[in-house]
C-alpha cells in the first residue's frame, strides 16, 4: 500500500463567482515531488492555502500526511512547512532572528531551535549574514531564507508556492539544487510553478491546471507523449497568412494543427516527422507561403499546455522577467532553416 | 487499499505554549524598536507636544473647578489618549503583517491562534508603557505632581496600560478587516477622535452642551480619565477605578474573540 502523502478529493474553493479550484483530485505519494504547473489564476495557490490550512475548502476533502486539513488542522501544521510567493520574513530581524522565531513557534525548544537555525544558515550560504538585518539582503537572499525558515520545523510535507518567481536566473538554478536535495532527504513536495522547465526539472508527477481543474496529469514525458509523437513548427513571415498555412498543412499532422497569430507561429503534432518536412515545405512553396522558420523536435511542456488548453502558458512574473516564447526551447534536434 | 491513510492521533499542546508563542511574537515584535529606533522616537514627540500644548497654549484659558494647577488636571487625561493613539498602532502592525505575508506564515505555523494578536497588543503595551513612562517625566518637568501617593500613583499608569491593551484589541480587529497599511492608518484614527475629545480628558464634562454631556459622561474614555484622576489627584477611587476597569473588561470580553475570529479566518 503506498503511503500517500497529500491526497485531494474533488477539492473545491469558490470566490464569489470565480471557481479558484473546482473540484481537484491530486495525489502525492511520499517522499515525490508533485508540481502543479499553470498560469496565473489557475487555482495552484489557492490549492496550496487550503492543503496548508490558511483557506477552509468550500467543498471536497484533503488530507496531509494523514491529516485532515479542517478537522486535524492543527496537528497537521507541526509536519508542514510553506514558503510562499512573497519571502515571508521579518526585515527587522537578523536572519538568525527569523529562523529561530520560526523553531520557537514549532516548540522545538531553546537550544534546538538554535541549532536548526545555524543548520539552515549553513545549508542556504547565509552564514556571513546571519547576524545582518534582512533588510540589508537581497532578493534571492531573502527567499533563501524563506525557504530555511520553512524548512526549520522538519516537515514532512513541504510546500513550495512559486519559488523561484522574480528571481534572476543564477539564483533560480542554485534554488533548484537545493530543492533537489530536500526530496533526496525524503521530504514530500508540493510545487507550484508558471515555470515550465522549472516542473520539468523537479517534479516528478505533474499537475497541469488551467481554470481551478486539472486538465491533465501525469510524468513530464506522459505528458509530452500526449501531444503526438514529435512536434513540427514552423513560422510564416507573412504573420496574416498563419491560417492558410496552417490550412495547407493540417491533414498531415496527428492532431489539429495550433496557431499563434501574433508571432505567425503554426505547431503542429505528427507521427512521423522526418518523411513529411518535405512535404510541408513543397506544399508551402506551391501555396507561395514564405517560412522564416521551421523546426521538428520533442514537445516541450509549453507545447502540451497549448495544445491542451489552446492557449499559451502565461508566464508573467511580476518583473515580467521571463516570457515564456511560445514554443519551448532546447530539446530541438532538427532544425532547418527554409 | 485506501489511499487515504487513516487518521492519526492528535497530540494535545500543552497550555504553556499558548503563553511561549504570544511571548515570542512580543519579542518579535519589540525587536522593531531596537532596530528602528526612530520609530520610538516619533511616537514619543506627539504625546510630548500635547502635554506643552494644552499646558502653555491652552491651559491659560482652562479653568478646572477645584484644581490649582491646570497640568495636574490634564495629565489623566494626556495619559489616556496616548494610550489610546499608541493602541491605534496595532492595526497598522497587523495591517502590515498581513500585507507582507508574515500572517500567512504564522497561520501556517503550529503556533497558537492567538498568539499573532496577543503578542502584537502586548508589544504595543509595552511601547504605551515606555511612553507613558517618558511623558510622567516631561509631565514632571512642567509641574505635574502625584498626590495621591505611590501605590495610586502606579495604579494609574496600570490602568491606563490595561486601558490601551484593551484599545489595542478594537484596533487589531479594524487593522484585520482593512487588510491594507494605509487604510488601517486612516482607519485607525477617526473612530478614537470624538471618543477622545468628546470626553473629560482635557476639559471639565460640565462645561459643555447639555446632549454632548450626555454621551461625554458614559464614554469609556471620561470614566477611566476620572479614576486615573482619582487616582492621581486623590479622592474616592474604588467606584471610578471598578466602573473603568468593567469597560476594560467589556472591552476585551468583545473584542478579544471578534479579533481571534477574524484572524483564524484571515485569508487572503
Known sequence: ?338 | MSTVADRRPIPRRPLWWTFADAAAVTKRNLYRYVRVPTLLLFSTIQPIMFVLLFTYVFGGAIQVAGVDNYIDFLMAGILVQTVIFGSTQTGVGLAEDMSRGMVDRFRSLPMARSAVLAGRTLSDTVRNLFVVCLMLVVGTLVGFRFHAGFVPAVGAVGLALAFGLAFSWISALIGLSVRDVESAQAAGFVWVFPLVFASSAFVPVATMPGWLQAFADVNPVTITVNALRALTLGGPTVRPVLEALAWIAGILLVFVPLAVNRYRRAAG
Not at chain 1, 532572528?97 to 541549532?115: F, I, M, Q, W
Open chain 1, 1 to 338: 500500500m503506498r503511503d500517500e502523502a497529500i491526497v485531494t478529493e474533488g477539492l473545491r474553493r469558490h470566490f464569489g463567482t470565480i471557481k479558484a479550484v473546482d473540484g481537484v483530485d491530486l495525489a502525492a505519494p511520499a517522499g515525490t515531488v508533485l508540481g502543479l504547473l499553470g498560469p496565473n489564476g489557475a487555482g495552484k495557490t489557492t490549492i496550496v492555502r487550503i492543503l496548508t490550512t490558511l483557506l477552509d475548502p468550500d467543498g471536497g476533502s484533503a488530507r496531509v500526511a494523514g491529516f485532515d486539513v479542517v478537522r486535524d488542522a492543527e496537528a497537521l501544521r507541526s509536519v508542514i512547512g510553506l514558503a510562499g510567493q512573497f519571502a515571508a520574513v521579518d526585515e527587522n530581524l537578523t536572519g538568525r532572528e527569523n529562523l529561530d522565531l520560526v523553531g520557537r513557534l514549532y516548540h522545538l525548544g531553546k537550544s534546538e531551535a538554535s541549532r536548526r537555525a545555524d543548520e539552515m544558515l549553513e545549508r542556504f550560504e547565509l552564514t556571513d549574514a546571519a547576524n545582518r538585518t534582512v533588510k540589508t539582503y537581497s532578493g534571492g537572499m531573502r527567499r533563501r531564507l524563506d525557504l530555511g525558515a520553512s524548512l526549520v520545523g522538519r516537515p514532512q510535507v513541504l510546500f513550495l508556492d512559486e519559488p523561484t518567481t522574480g528571481l534572476d536566473p543564477r539564483s533560480r538554478f542554485g534554488l533548484w539544487d537545493v530543492i533537489r536535495e530536500l526530496v533526496n532527504d525524503g521530504t514530500t513536495l508540493l510545487l507550484t510553478t508558471q515555470y515550465l522547465e522549472e516542473a520539468d526539472r523537479l517534479a516528478d508527477h505533474i499537475a497541469v491546471m488551467d481554470g481551478g481543474r486539472v486538465i491533465a496529469e501525469g510524468t513530464s514525458d506522459e505528458l509530452k507523449s500526449r501531444v503526438g509523437g514529435d512536434l513540427l513548427a514552423l513560422r510564416v513571415a507573412d504573420r496574416a497568412r498563419v491560417a492558410e498555412a496552417a490550412a495547407a498543412i493540417a491533414d498531415l499532422g496527428s492532431g489539429a494543427p495550433q496557431v499563434v497569430v501574433e508571432s505567425g507561429e503554426v505547431s503542429l503534432p505528427v507521427r512521423e516527422g522526418a518523411s513529411i518536412l518535405a512535404e510541408v515545405v513543397r506544399r508551402l512553396d506551391a501555396a507561395g507561403l514564405e517560412i522564416s522558420d521551421l523546426a521538428l523536435g520533442r514537445p516541450s511542456l509549453d507545447d502540451v499546455f497549448l495544445a491542451l488548453t489552446g492557449h499559451v502558458a502565461e508566464a508573467a512574473g511580476e518583473d515580467g522577467e521571463e516570457t515564456q516564447p511560445p514554443r519551448g526551447r532546447g530539446r530541438r534536434p532538427a532544425r532547418s532553416r527554409a
